[in-house]
């Protein structure tokens, strides 16, 4: 029983073109995150909610947009996608109250053409 | 905010042999610090962790070490196995303030073990 999943794990498409990424965890943990991983390996904060409410928004480009329909769920919507796009997006979940770890997803591998 | 810097950025040891990998953090109020094991093609996964009222913790053949005081903390890894080549993550985190257990992450270290 996979514990965060994200969908899709691959995603190719053309520069301009709009897509979303969609995570769910089962783990009844309050907050959700996306991570973005670089060529480099680097992982770094994009979002963040708790409660379906944002709370963190990091420096991000306008063209990616969270939504979280509840505690459960936390999508990502790019618009207007371009090459610099391309990444890997994790999405991960944990529990705020305990302080305990946060569990992360497969990942989707983005590929913009 | 949080700077969390990790040395070496890659680290090829034999098996058998100890590997040991640094990070230093900014932030005295991180007072969390996870690592993360990420293998190819798979979402990084928590393998120890350590908080700021402890100096060191153990698990079989992985150990932390965190010095509060020059915000610095270690892994090491013991008796290495090839199944322990991966790339590894340390992160700080302020946890219970208002990052709401953002995690920042260091650079990461390839870790590769030779049979």
């Known amino acids: 029983d996979t514990a965060v999943s994200q969908t899709p794990k691959y995603l190719v498409t053309q520069m301009g073109n709009d897509k979303s990424i969609k995570c769910e965890q089962n783990l009844g943990h309050d907050t959700m995150y996306w991570y973005k991983q670089d060529s480099k390996k680097f992982l770094k904060i994009m979002f963040s909610?708790?409660?379906?409410?944002?709370?963190i928004n990091e420096t991000v480009p306008n063209r990616f947009s969270p939504k979280s329909p509840d505690k459960a769920h936390l999508n990502l919507h790019i618009n207007s996608l371009e090459l610099g796009d391309s990444a890997v997006y994790f999405c991960a979940s944990s529990l705020i109250e305990s302080n305990t770890e946060a569990f992360f997803g497969q990942g989707t591998r983005l590929t913009v053409v | 905010g949080e700077n969390v810097e990790q040395h070496p950025s890659t680290l090829s040891v034999q098996e058998g042999d100890s590997a040991v990998i640094k990070c230093t953090y900014s932030d005295s109020a991180s007072n969390y610090f996870p690592w993360y094991k990420q293998e190819l093609g798979k979402g990084p996964q928590l393998i120890i962790d350590i908080r700021s009222n402890v100096g060191e913790k153990k698990d079989q053949r992985i150990a932390v070490t965190l010095n509060k005081t020059a915000k610095h903390f270690s892994l090491h890894i013991t008796e290495t196995q090839p199944e322990d080549s991966a790339v590894y993550f340390c992160?700080?985190?302020?946890?219970?303030?208002?990052?709401?257990?953002?995690?920042?992450f260091g650079q990461g270290t390839i870790l590769t073990v030779h049979p």
């Open positions: 909610y708790n409660n379906k409410e944002l709370i």
């Open positions: 992160a700080a985190v302020e946890a219970g303030g208002t990052s709401y257990g953002k995690l920042t």
